[in-house]
């Protein structure tokens, strides 16, 4: 399975935008991008997916860059239910395959 | 109510002893995961079904086993449970077509 790199963590304050990076120079053309979330002694949930269209729902938006190498998930106000361990990961688009997790980035929301 | 619920919650035990973590889901879904997550750590995947006659391994399957009794229920089997097997357990489901997988709260299992 192809790799994701982000950063270990990161800061932000209450209220500002959040851009959260991930590079996955060796994606795959059916691979697509998921983006899960841990809150704090929480199972993971599910926040966003994309393949090569930019991406919004209620919870946040998965910008991807034209070559998909990378993407960024903005939260467009952080708050500090945000703060938690944002997952990276790349989902191949055939039906049997699954999810494998890496370290994430640990997002940390100041009041 | 919970759509994924795992039984128990906490579990202490000892080295040698046989354990089982059980799920349920009410979400009508066809595959279900089970992971493990060690501190600081993402998680990785053990087992997984994508449905009641499909059984999988996935990254780190030595030392347990499962059974998917029904669609609604998938359990984990530790058959002699030693203490690098400490960790928080996830059930998981998802339903074929769609992207998103559910987890449920988590099983801390401590083997001493």
């Known amino acids: 399975d192809a790799k994701t790199t982000q950063p270990n963590s990161m800061e932000s304050n209450e209220e500002e935008p959040v851009h959260l990076p991930c590079n996955h120079s060796?994606?795959?053309?059916?691979?697509?991008i998921h983006w899960y979330r841990q809150l704090p002694s929480q199972g993971p949930e599910y926040v966003i997916h994309?393949?090569?269209s930019n991406v919004n729902n209620r919870m946040a938006s998965l910008a991807i860059a034209e070559d998909r190498k990378s993407s960024t998930l903005i939260l467009h106000r952080a708050t500090l239910r945000d703060a938690a361990v944002y997952y990276c990961?790349?989902?191949?688009?055939?039906?049997?395959?699954?999810?494998?997790f890496g370290k994430g980035t640990m997002l940390l929301v100041s009041p | 109510d919970a759509d994924v619920t795992q039984t128990p919650r906490n579990r202490i035990t000892k080295t040698g002893k046989r354990i089982m973590l059980e799920c349920s889901q009410t979400?009508?879904?066809?595959?279900m995961y089970w992971y493990r997550q060690d501190p600081g750590l993402g998680l990785r995947l053990i087992y997984y079904?994508?449905?009641?006659?499909?059984?999988n391994k996935g990254e780190i399957s030595d030392g347990y086993s499962v059974s998917r009794q029904a669609q609604a229920k998938f359990s984990l089997s530790l058959e002699s449970a030693i203490p690098n097997q400490t960790a928080l357990y996830f059930c998981?489901?998802?339903?074929?077509?769609?992207?998103?997988?559910?987890f449920g709260p988590g099983t801390r299992l401590t083997v001493l």
């Open positions: 998981a489901t998802s339903l074929r077509g769609l992207n998103e997988q559910f």
């Open positions: 060796t994606i795959s053309g059916t691979d697509y």
């Open positions: 994309g393949l090569t």
């Open positions: 990961i790349l989902k191949n688009g055939r039906g049997y395959s699954t999810l494998t």
């Open positions: 979400k009508g879904h066809d595959r």
């Open positions: 079904s994508f449905d009641v006659k499909d059984i």
